[in-house]
């Protein structure tokens, strides 16, 4: 006997309309990474050593595509792609969201078109770089959206969203399409 | 009539369309109003009030009479502007406010008994008798108010909402937007150049000017291309900015598809209508430009009597003379190039009658000076004017007549932040006062510069300046030569005589109409306004409002500046609520959150009911089962007798780590938790910081420093809010983190006799009284997969909560009801949890109301006196433990009636049901079928005194008086026998 696993979006997705792409992510592992009173330091060189990044700054994220460490809100941040080293306890509360968020990759020329219908920030490449990353929220749903590429964002909405999250992207992107 | 060859329409391009029923030409490039004037249809509408034949006045969106309705259907568009509507090949449109037709409109009735429809009419004809307001005044002030009418039906056409961004927003696209555009632009400024109009260029596409000798469309297109061709700027043509809001945040509405053809294809379907933008920028400058205002006359209102400019816009644009013989009146030299402009095309002009007598003379047209134009005839259109001058009045033929009686700059959005313009007596306009929205700078002829010449120099110095605020140093441009002919006005605002004459013409308001309103005490500018309703139609006064307080000014003995304006709010433009609305439509109006169950909840028959945002299964509907009564009782005896499952992940869960863990527990909760040892679960309960009851739930140690917190499913955000709360503010020393787990876990209730034999055979460990007793947790696997188990109970059974991580939870609910059938088990919904715990006496938000104490509850044993909580002194405030408070108590009904209702309110046997012998009233009930009949818990003042009493239940709403008996509220197994078995 097995429990058979089904990630947040399953049947939901890949989606392509016009030139943006719609996927879902499903990485290994997610941990919420929150550092004890005066840790932060120790707990940047552990997860250096472990994981290759640093602690990231408010609105940033570090590493790279299969090891990023987002920030995620007031003194936390979330270990997205490898198991967390356990030894990043001895510094910080850490907790595993590996099933709590549904995570969504938007890719396309007009991307930020389409973000532009749902979210209040501004998230043009000029001014929403590589590295940064945004808790905002995206049209009634609290959102984590963190630039992954030129052409791409990371958008995270808590699991049990995930229906109603690509529901207002399918939306958003049917209208940029639609103009032509 | 059009001009061969004239104007900035593609001549060899034909739109066909239809104006109430009947088929016409237009151009590509047209609006709809050049293409009527073209065709020689003046007579587009009727009037709001009088039913007045109207005609086209204006050529832009201010326009206060051709307002038509487009699409069919539930797609249909009233109050469409037909100076705004752009042609395309199909479109249809109709008159509004006229029956049958707009030729022949029976309510024009209305314009006979005018004498008594003035100002005022409503409030004085329909005061009495008052007890007629509602049955019979209002429904049919209501049928005849408005104008154009929706459909009724549900708008399927999409709309949209988008957010902008940038550094400099730009407002108006002619001289002044465009020069600002270009010199942000150039400088690699971030910049949102926006435009009402769909062609970008404002009065230069209208006017025969030149610029650095080139004709001023040459000019603009260059000025374009050269913006288009720039990164950094972004123009929004046919997106008129309509509000100013806080911190550089601007509304706009953008019409991006009523100028094209309904949608054929899939593609195009999801094309909005409109988008409504909320533009977020550092700086902004206004250059909307200005809208010239008519000069009041008995009978200005006639089809063919236009704004000039207006005329010099259908001309030089459009090509198009809206008239064979042309008549100007005026007050300033700027309306002198319409009867200039047309004499040029070949077209007739009768005369420039100019009320000044210092007014220039022409060698092209004849112009008679210190003359006014105080009446004019023509039934459906203009046939003729009068004119007054020192030789007395003399009738003229004319076909149309070009009013300007001078400019007024769109002052609107430099308002919207409560800042009043200012009057500037040399310009007879208000003007804006400066800094009046900050980051705001306001150019051209929106800033009272009128020359093209200045509006250019005024438009690049409003960028420097702009520029200069975001700390970019940037010099002003070399600007292009242009004409700087002075503004010369001497003002009019209304002709003396007898009649009426027109100041608002959408709401049908007359100069006579606002003496009235003086003369009876409404002298105040606001009062005004809403007595004769002057600037409250859907054109917001744009053309009327300052000639109305001109009028006002008069008549109260007061000057124009002392008067003042009345408030201008957004939006400058009407905006549908369609658009305002969008996404939110339907489903789209709130989000939904779906438990990892959904899917086979919903095929083992669940009804949903919505929990917040959650959706939960109600109940499990059997074959043979035909009310959801009948299903809730099976459940909850199948709980009782068996073993049922229930999706519980719905309730919050925080997960809480740190040294100093147990000390913010004990800090939230009444109850100690400091002393809860590894591996077990407790109960806990919270206080609002005045002491009331805000949330229960239970908390579970999981490790020496950590622990996982339950929340009420409504509670579950303002928990972790104050949690929040309560490690930011009052106690930031603690060394403790948490975050929602919620989503992380699929948690499922197994409760019954069979729990754990349903439990033991499915977890990898064993299962049984010493590895997990009552309130006990821990760490399991099933097949493999860790998981977490807590022995719990909210329906008095054996019960667990089983969870695995959420991507497990669709398979573990399968298997849990697979393996509960041979028990005689299954899944129970919300309503059988709800009789469960009612049976038991365990409370939810239907009892923790906001209003009660852990006394009422009968819960303040659970208040810990060994140490302190949050909420603990004030709960202790005088009062608040008295024993005729209202207070926890069960119900069943012993009357006729063996019904309870919750909501119901309790009263003694014998008192009379008023409001003042209130005893309490009634929280949750449910039909218990383990007792066989209804029970219920309620709040009844010193109810745990009245244990054995009977009490009277009344309920209006339902018809429900019965009589029932006070028991305890602990119906079912009081001793716990079953939940500790």
């Known amino acids: 006997m097995q429990l058979a696993a089904q990630f947040p979006c399953a049947g939901l997705l890949p989606l392509t309309i016009g030139d943006v792409t719609l996927t879902e992510d499903t990485p290994a592992a997610m941990t919420l990474i929150a550092p004890y009173k005066g840790q932060e330091k120790p707990l940047s060189d552990a997860l250096n050593a472990a994981h290759g990044m640093g602690f990231p700054a408010p609105n940033r994220a570090t590493g790279k595509a299969d090891a990023r460490a987002i920030w995620f809100g007031r003194a936390q941040a979330l270990l997205v792609g490898p198991v967390a080293d356990p030894e990043l306890a001895a510094h910080a509360a850490l907790t595993d969201l590996s099933d709590g968020w549904a995570v969504v990759r938007l890719e396309g020329a007009r991307a930020e078109e389409v973000m532009a219908r749902l979210v209040p920030i501004d998230l043009r490449p000029q001014v929403f770089k590589r590295g940064h990353t945004a808790r905002t929220e995206l049209k009634h749903m609290m959102a984590s959206i963190t630039r992954v590429g030129p052409k791409a964002l990371q958008i995270m909405v808590f699991r049990s969203f995930s229906a109603t999250l690509v529901h207002d992207l399918k939306r958003a992107m049917e209208a940029v399409a639609a103009r032509g | ?981």
Not at chain 2, 182 to 205: F, K, N, P, Q
Not at chain 2, 370 to 384: K, T, V
Not at chain 2, 770 to 797: D, Q
Request: glycine share 10%; hydrophobic share 40%; aromatic share 8%.
């Open chain 2, 1 to 981: 009539m059009r001009i061969s060859g004239k104007g900035l329409v593609s001549h060899n391009r034909t739109v066909n369309f239809s104006f109430n029923g009947k088929d016409y030409m237009g151009l590509e490039g047209d609006t709809l109003a050049s293409a009527l004037l073209a065709n020689d249809v003046h007579l587009v509408g009727r009037s709001f009030k009088y039913h007045r034949p109207r005609g086209i006045l204006t050529a832009g969106s201010e326009e206060p009479n051709a307002l038509v309705s487009t699409g069919k259907g539930a797609a249909r568009d009233p109050n469409i502007r037909a100076t705004q509507q752009e042609l395309f090949e199909g479109l249809a449109a109709q008159s509004q406010n006229c029956w049958p037709s707009v030729e022949r409109d029976v309510m024009a009735v209305n314009d006979l008994a005018a004498p008594f429809l003035g100002a005022g009419f409503y409030y004085k004809t329909f005061m009495w008798p008052a007890p007629l307001w509602e049955k019979l005044y209002e429904p049919i002030i209501r049928r005849a108010a408005g104008l154009g009418a929706l459909s009724g039906a549900a708008n399927k056409d999409p709309y949209e909402k988008a957010f902008a961004f940038c550094d400099l927003l730009v407002i108006g696209s002619g001289p002044a937007g465009l020069m600002a555009a270009l010199t942000a632009g150039r400088a690699g400024t971030d910049v949102i150049l926006a435009e009402d109009d769909s062609r970008m260029g404002g009065r230069l596409l209208a006017e025969v000017e030149e610029i650095d000798g080139k004709p001023a469309h040459v000019w603009v297109a260059e000025g374009l291309a050269e913006l288009e061709a720039m990164d950094n700027v972004r123009l929004m043509p046919r997106t008129a900015v309509t509000g100013v809001y806080d911190q550089g945040t601007y509304s706009a509405l953008e019409r991006v598809s009523h100028h094209l053809p309904p949608s054929q294809s899939l593609k195009t379907a999801h094309r909005p209508r409109e988008c409504f933008w909320r533009v977020a920028a550092k700086a902004s400058v206004l250059a909307a430009g200005a809208i010239e205002r008519p000069i009041a006359f008995r009978n200005n209102d006639r089809p063919g009597i236009m704004m000039a400019g207006a005329v010099r816009a259908y001309l030089n644009r459009w090509g198009v003379a809206p008239g064979a013989r042309i008549t100007v009146f005026a007050n300033n030299d700027d309306a002198h190039r319409t009867a200039r402009d047309l004499v040029a095309e070949g077209v007739h002009v009768t005369a420039v009658i100019d009320s000044r007598h210092d007014a220039p003379d022409s060698g092209e047209f004849p112009v008679i000076k210190g003359a006014m134009i105080c009446d004019s005839a023509g039934r459906q259109r203009l046939e003729s004017v009068t004119i007054r001058s020192v030789n007395g009045e003399e009738k003229l033929q004319t076909d149309c007549l070009a009013v300007s009686g001078g400019w007024n700059p769109s002052v609107h959005l430099t308002c919207h932040m409560g800042a009043r313009p200012e009057w500037n007596r040399e310009l007879a306009a208000f003007l804006p006062k400066p800094d009046a929205v900050p980051g705001m700078v306001v150019a051209g002829a929106a800033n009272g510069v009128f020359s093209t010449h200045g509006a250019l120099q005024d438009g690049a110095q409003a960028a420097v300046t702009a520029l200069a605020g975001m700390g970019t140093s940037v010099d002003a441009p070399p600007l292009p030569v242009a004409s700087d002919a002075p503004y010369r006005i001497s003002p009019l605002w209304a002709v003396p005589g007898k009649g009426r004459a027109w100041l608002d013409f959408q709401n049908d308001v007359t100069v006579k109409d606002v003496a009235q309103a003086a003369r009876e005490n409404f002298r105040s500018v606001e009062h005004m306004k809403r007595y004769t309703t002057q600037g409250m139609a859907t054109d917001q006064g744009k053309n009327s409002n300052v000639a109305a307080l001109a009028v006002l000014a008069d008549a109260t003995g007061r000057s124009i500046a002392e008067t003042g304006v009345t408030t201008f709010r957004p939006p400058f433009v009407p905006t549908s609520i369609a658009a305002m609305g969008a996404g939110a439509e339907d489903q789209g109006f709130k989000p939904q959150r779906y438990l990892t169950s959904h899917k086979a909840s919903l095929q083992r028959g669940a009804a949903n009911i919505e929990v917040g945002l959650w959706y939960r299964a109600s109940y499990f509907a059997k074959d043979g089962e035909s009310t959801w009564r009948q299903s809730c009782d099976r459940e909850v005896t199948m709980v009782r007798k068996a073993v049922g499952v229930c999706d519980v992940s719905t309730l919050g869960k925080i997960d809480i780590q740190g040294p100093d863990a147990a000390q913010l527990l004990d800090l939230a909760y009444t109850n100690l938790f400091s002393t809860l040892k590894l591996g077990r679960v407790r109960y806990g309960l919270m206080l609002r910081e005045d002491g009331f009851v805000m949330d229960d739930g239970t908390t579970a140690r999981l490790g020496e420093n950590h622990y996982v917190m339950t929340t009420t499913t409504a509670a579950a955000g303002q928990v972790m809010a104050h949690l929040e709360y309560l490690t930011q503010v009052v106690r930031p020393d603690l060394d403790v983190r948490f975050t929602s787990v919620t989503d992380q876990w699929a948690q499922f209730s197994v409760a019954g006799p069979k729990a754990r034999d349903l439990i033991d055979a499915l977890v990898d460990e064993d299962v049984n009284g010493e590895t997990f007793p009552f309130m006990a947790c821990g760490a399991i696997t099933v097949s493999g997969v860790a998981g977490r188990l807590f022995r719990i109970s909210f329906s008095g059974e054996h019960a667990y909560e089983i969870a695995v991580p959420a991507r497990y939870g669709d398979a573990l609910y399968r298997l849990l009801l697979e393996r509960a059938d041979p028990f005689g088990g299954g899944p129970y919904g919300m309503e059988a949890l709800n009789v469960l715990r009612i049976e038991k006496g365990f409370i939810t938000h239907a009892e923790i109301n906001g209003t009660v104490t852990a006394f009422d509850l009968g819960m303040q044993g659970l208040v810990s006196k060994k140490k302190s909580c949050w909420g603990k002194a004030l709960s202790e405030r005088d009062g608040l433990m008295d024993d005729d408070r209202m207070r926890l108590v069960g119900l069943k009904p012993v009357g006729a009636m063996q019904v309870l209702s919750a909501g119901a309110h309790l009263f003694d046997p014998d008192a009379t049901v008023e409001r003042v012998n209130d005893l309490g009233y009634v929280t949750s009930v449910g039909f218990s079928p383990t007792l066989g009949h209804m029970i219920g818990l309620a709040m009844l003042s010193g109810g745990p005194d009245r244990m054995g009493d009977t009490i009277r239940l009344v309920d209006h709403t339902r018809g429900i008086d019965t009589l029932c008996e006070v028991v305890n509220p602990v119906f079912f197994d009081p001793e716990g026998g079953r939940v500790r078995g």
